[in-house]
T-cell receptor, first 119, second 113 residues
Framework: GAVVSQHPSWVICKSGTSVKIECRSL??????MFWYRQFPKQSLMLMAT?????????EQGVEKDKFLINHASLTLSTLTVTSAHPEDSSFYIC???????????????FGPGTRLTVT | TQLLEQSPQFLSIQEGENLTVYCNSSSVFSSLQWYRQEPGEGPVLLVT?????EVKKLKRLTFQFGDARKDSSLHITAAQPGDTGLYLCAGAGRLNSGYALNFGKGTSLLVTP
């Protein structure tokens, strides 16, 4: 159980275009999902917390107009990188909290990540 | 500001050796998780520790949560090449932090045959 998928697994786009990344919880309903960014050989940096049916909460320094997050259902959150630039190239990872099992342990289950390359 | 400090940052050892990775903070956490990540993949949850002083074992891996719930350690016995990866500790449950995890910078482990 507690499987999270991401699509696409990798994407190459041209500078100035927008890219949408999907994050799905496959066998549980996730009221809360998280989006992270990771640079090579570094740890995960939390970008935003996505809550089903409400606006996402962005971390300090993350542009909410550039990284659009939508959590329209209990199993799907999307991250859209708008007007992408080469510096947006990174590994984007989502995670989801399964309230049925996490309880007070705050466990998160991660997707496999999406490698974005902006040329 | 990194709430969780992991050490060492890099570790290269030979197969069969033992190692310990440390995760320290000045903050108290309700729980702490250890994840392992391989290149190009998402982190995989190894264990969650909740109670101060708790010790959990997962085959050759031993996890300990400090009595004050501010620190944790991961000990690997007789490391194998398959243990190679990035080990991440993450704390959760700080006041006003919601469900978000605070990650350490990670320990990159390389086990050579």
């Amino acid at each position: 159980g507690a499987v999270v998928s991401q699509h696409p697994s990798w994407v190459i786009c041209k500078s100035g275009t927008s890219v949408k990344i999907e994050c799905r919880s496959l066998d549980f309903q996730a009221t809360t999902m998280f989006w992270y960014r990771q640079f090579p050989k570094q740890s995960l940096m939390l970008m935003a917390t996505s809550n089903e049916g409400s606006k996402a909460t962005y971390e300090q320094g993350v542009e909410k107009d550039k990284f659009l997050i939508n959590h329209a259902s209990l199993t799907l959150s999307t991250l859209t990188v708008t007007s992408a630039h080469p510096e947006d190239s990174s590994f984007y990872i989502c995670s989801a909290r399964d309230p049925g099992t996490s309880g007070t342990a705050y466990e998160q289950y991660f997707g496999p990540g999406t490698r974005l390359t902006v040329t | 500001t990194q709430l969780l400090e992991q050490s060492p940052q890099f570790l290269s050892i030979q197969e069969g050796e033992n190692l310990t990775v440390y995760c320290n903070s000045s903050s108290v956490f309700s729980s702490l998780q250890w994840y392992r990540q391989e290149p190009g993949e998402g982190p995989v949850l190894l264990v969650t520790v909740v109670t101060g002083g708790e010790v959990k074992k997962l085959k050759r891996l031993t996890f300990q949560f400090g009595d004050a719930r501010k620190d944790s350690s991961l000990h690997i016995t007789a490391a194998q090449p398959g243990d190679t990866g990035l080990y991440l500790c993450a704390g959760a449950g700080r006041l006003n932090s919601g469900y978000a995890l605070n990650f350490g910078k990670g320990t990159s482990l390389l086990v050579t045959p």
